[in-house]
């Protein structure tokens, strides 16, 4: 990995180099985790040579996911707005939209409204947490400081009810009214403060939860002073047979011991000593996710039911957090109508 701002010289001198292979090689591909480590452990390394990829054209083979590119961006000149804006004019192409959002300055969130409002493509900023309201400069619903979310396993009891953010809390402590509820799972409990730049919330934590199904579904749900969740709907198409809770129990498809496994997580920044493969942290020992920053940034995100504004991305983890389903769960919220939705979406 880079030991310094020489070596990412070197890192952007080889992103030429690759050429018309940068996207498919194991070349582009080593290189793309190389920029990912620089993101995560030196941002700063980056900000000389921001420019020169973005004007020089060097996007395509740039690789990092745009999470990545929210860092390595961020705050890059007028000059690269103006040359990607001029390029959206000609032709969509979804590395200049990706970096153009990533800019996040004033006039880059002005040029993403520009688009969206001429003919751009709403959704795919939307799949990177960026919304464009019907008046003034898109908006993040996000927060670019990223948490790397480690899983702690084996807690008691005790230690669970102590526990900053929580793995496998009784469904009935976190919902109000427990034999009403379709949530027959609690994966995580996240303490929202613990993560800069989070919406003012009116409860401290925030519960990552699940229905009774594998995959590909949303819980939408309103909250209680005690962040008790209540008023609960789900949407979720029909599960494969074997799923289905009239057929097969989800609970009974688990060994005993992740059953009741219980833990905690704890939230530490991003740095050296993660591993950074494929625009995931998830190889790194002990991690299961990500608090904070952009959500996956390949599948639709949900809109708020009430205001229908892009809701807020707080975290998202792998199911293994604490075994049900398959693939990612994620929380996000609508800190104006004060709602949380919880959703499932599978590998990509
Ligand atoms: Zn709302």
Redesign the pocket.
């Known amino acids: 990995m880079p030991s310094g701002p020489d070596d990412v010289a070197v890192l952007v001198a080889k992103l030429r180099d690759v050429g018309g292979d940068r996207l498919f090689s194991q070349d582009a591909r080593e290189l793309s985790d190389q920029f990912a480590y620089v993101a995560g452990a030196h941002p700063e390394w980056f900000a000389p040579f921001r420019e020169e990829v973005v004007v020089t054209e060097l996007l395509d083979g740039f690789g990092p996911s745009f999470a990545d590119q929210c860092v390595l961006l961020h705050g890059a000149s007028d000059r690269c707005v103006d040359h990607l804006t001029a390029q959206l004019r000609r032709r969509s192409e979804f590395g200049d939209q990706w970096a153009l959002a990533a800019i996040g300055t004033p006039a880059a969130l002005d040029a993403v409204a520009w688009h969206v409002r001429n003919g751009g493509d709403r959704e795919f900023y939307e799949e990177c947490g960026v919304w464009v309201p019907p008046t003034g400069p898109a908006q993040y619903r996000f927060t670019p400081h990223r948490r790397a979310v480690f899983l702690h396993q084996g807690a008691t009891a005790t230690e669970l009810a102590g526990a900053t953010h929580p793995v496998g809390l009784p469904v009935d402590a976190v919902v109000r009214d427990p034999d009403r509820t379709p949530i027959s799972w609690h994966y995580l409990t996240l303490r929202l403060a613990e993560v800069p730049g989070m919406p003012d919330w009116p409860v401290e934590q925030v519960h990552l939860i699940s229905p009774r199904h594998w995959w590909d579904w949303s819980l939408t749900a309103r909250f209680d002073e005690h962040g008790r969740y209540h008023s609960e709907r789900v949407v979720a198409p029909e599960q494969p047979a074997e799923y289905d809770e009239d057929d097969g129990d989800l609970d009974a498809l688990l060994p005993d011991d992740e059953r009741d496994a219980l833990g905690w997580v704890d939230l530490r920044p991003y740095d050296g000593d993660l591993v950074y493969c494929n625009g995931y942290i998830d190889l790194t020992p002990g991690v299961v996710g990500t608090a904070g920053g952009p959500p996956v940034s390949i599948y639709a995100n949900p809109n708020?039911d009430?205001?229908g504004?892009l809701m807020f991305h707080v975290v998202s983890v792998e199911h293994r957090v604490r075994d049900y389903g398959d693939g990612r769960r994620s929380l996000f919220i609508?800190e104006?109508?004060q709602?949380v939705t919880c959703n499932a979406t599978s590998w990509n």
Do not use: A, E
Request: hydrophobic share 10%.
């Open positions: 708020c009430s205001c504004r609508c104006d109508c709602l």
